[in-house]
């Protein structure tokens, strides 16, 4: 049976947008004082604190201390959570690890990155002798090696992958907080003639690089009902898996260490994808969606795209897929993007996803993808399991 | 204006513990890291085998020659290799078992296919730095 000690009793995320000139501590306070004002807690009340990592603040080697500072709380329990676009997760395992240790009470899971006005970070954090001076265009050339090594392995059917971005991009139409830009609807056509950027990734396969913040506020289950907290959402599965492959000349590249973390977050929470209400994975290029349906188990390996064919993915479709747009259609939020993926999860358990609401929500899975890799896929893979109170 | 002449490739930066790599570039001899205890090659270079985590490691001259695991056509470059687009860098699997990126230099987009053979050969970048590349075997 799974646990349900723990709830997320609070969200909030900050409307997405480029170039705000704003910096991450901004959108940190504008979180805090949201989610304040979501759970009625006074900011006392919170021992707590996890914040995800920032390519706009990796200036500091103190930056759970100094944004915590920035926002005067006090703590017990303070830490940074660096796995990438997987913090977000990791940050509320580790905090639901620490409450039920004793270590702190209430904790406050931050992200907030402002990448597309000061990206500070060296984000190649390997070798760089043997990368910057080969001249791969980052994060698209990358994928570029997964498209097309799935190309020869499988076939590569750039229709199903237009499914995916066009059933992401409706949604981001009805999230008021995704990036303006983008929430005009696009046809399959627009992203299979979008411009080549790193064949055979295309530009509609891409995150835009956006400026934003989000978060949840995490206690024990018996601390919300105490304090009268009405809407809670339980993580009861989590799995985690980094440098899947990284000891393996011969490492998949097809392979993400969710094919691990996929099936034990399941486990925990006692289920198996058909129990599923929703998905809301990580989503920085349109193939790692699909990638990961085949790693957690919705299908086969190189049967992801018929498995997208016969999926209805939109909000009201027997499997809604990242319902507020995700991040290539809401924005990337630089590594607070992670949170977008989370926030969304929390939002619709708690019937508050609007226009978009999904009916049938008494649970998701959230999924974390972290840092890329020499030549492997990425770091880090998280998975969770979000169930309704 | 005359078309602009495109800047050499970017110098790499070494380590310490890859120094000998860049001795080996210097003389156009390719040098893997080789772990003693499993006799399994890796790369890129790193302080201790990845196979144990032992520091029981030494340099040994490779065939450079390789396959096309994966590869991808830059159609827009970051900002040093501009100019140069489109160009192929390929996922090499070497000979001796571990995979590396390198620009395969020359190549026809229409001839590149997941199993291609390849050879290592140098590029100049300046007196003090040779960078490998691959080309195409026939």
């Known amino acids: 049976m799974a646990k349900k000690d723990i709830a997320i009793v609070g969200y909030h995320e900050t409307k997405i947008d480029v170039n705000t000139g704003r910096s991450p501590f901004d959108f940190a306070g504008e979180v805090l004082d949201g989610l304040l004002d979501q759970t009625g807690l006074e900011k006392d009340a919170i021992d707590g604190f996890a914040v995800c990592s920032a390519m706009s603040g990796m200036s500091t080697p103190f930056w759970s201390v100094v944004v915590s500072d920035y926002l005067g709380m006090e703590l017990n329990w303070c830490q940074q959570v660096d796995i990438g676009g997987s913090s977000p997760l990791g940050a509320v395992s580790r905090a639901c690890s620490a409450i039920r240790d004793g270590q702190c009470e209430i904790v406050f899971v931050l992200g907030a990155d402002s990448q597309s006005t000061a990206n500070l970070s060296n ?7 043997f990368q910057n001076p080969v001249g791969l265009m980052g994060p698209p050339g990358a994928f570029g090696f997964i498209s097309n090594r799935y190309d020869g392995v499988y076939g590569l059917d750039l229709t199903a992958l237009a499914r995916i971005a066009v059933a992401q991009r409706g949604h981001a139409v009805m999230n008021p907080n995704a990036f303006e830009k983008f929430r005009v609807p696009i046809t399959e056509d627009d992203y299979l003639n979008s411009r080549m950027i790193s064949d055979p990734v295309r530009l509609l396969d891409c995150v835009m690089p956006c400026d934003g913040g989000n978060g949840v506020i995490v206690m024990s289950t018996e601390r919300a009902k105490a304090l009268g907290m009405d809407k809670m959402v339980h993580p009861t599965g989590y799995g985690e898996r980094n440098n899947h492959g990284v000891n393996d ?32 994975p990580y989503d920085d290029f349109i193939i ?7 790693n957690i188990g919705f299908c086969e390996r190189g049967q992801g795209a018929a498995f997208v064919k016969d999926t209805d993915l939109t909000h009201t479709g027997n499997l809604p897929l990242n319902t507020s747009g995700g991040q290539i259609s809401a924005g990337q939020a630089g590594l607070a993007g992670g949170g977008t993926n989370l926030v969304e999860a929390v939002r619709q358990l708690m019937g508050e996803g609007g226009e978009r609401q999904v009916a049938k929500a008494s649970n998701a899975m959230v999924t974390g993808i972290g840092a890329i890799p020499y030549l492997r896929n990425w770091s880090c893979s998280t998975v969770m399991i979000l169930e309704a109170g | 204006m005359s078309e602009t002449e495109i800047p050499p490739r970017p110098a790499p930066v070494p380590t310490n513990f890859s120094q000998p790599f860049w001795d080996g570039a210097k003389e156009k001899k390719f040098m893997l890291q080789y772990c003693l205890d499993t006799g399994k090659y890796q790369f890129f270079p790193r302080p201790n085998s990845i196979h144990t985590g032992r520091r029981n490691t030494e340099w040994r001259e490779a065939s450079g ?60 970048v300046n007196e003090e730095y040779n960078y490998p590349v691959f080309e195409l075997v026939e």
């Open chain 2, 65 to 124: 020659d390789g396959t096309v695991y994966s590869f991808t056509v830059t159609r827009r470059a970051p900002p040093a290799f501009r100019g140069r687009e489109p160009y192929v860098i390929g996922s090499i699997q070497l000979a001796e078992g571990p995979r590396m990126m390198a620009e395969i230099a020359g190549a026809k987009f229409e001839d590149l296919k997941i199993g291609a053979k390849v050879r290592i050969t140098w590029e100049e």
């Open chain 1, 288 to 294: 790692a969606v699909m990638l990961q349906m085949e």
């Open chain 1, 123 to 129: 984000a190649r954090g390997w070798q760089p002798e």
């Open chain 1, 249 to 280: 000349n011969n490492t998949d590249i097809l392979e993400s260490g969710h094919c691990v973390a996929g099936p034990k977050a399941l486990a925990q929470a006692g289920m198996t994808v058909d129990d599923l209400d929703m998905f809301q």
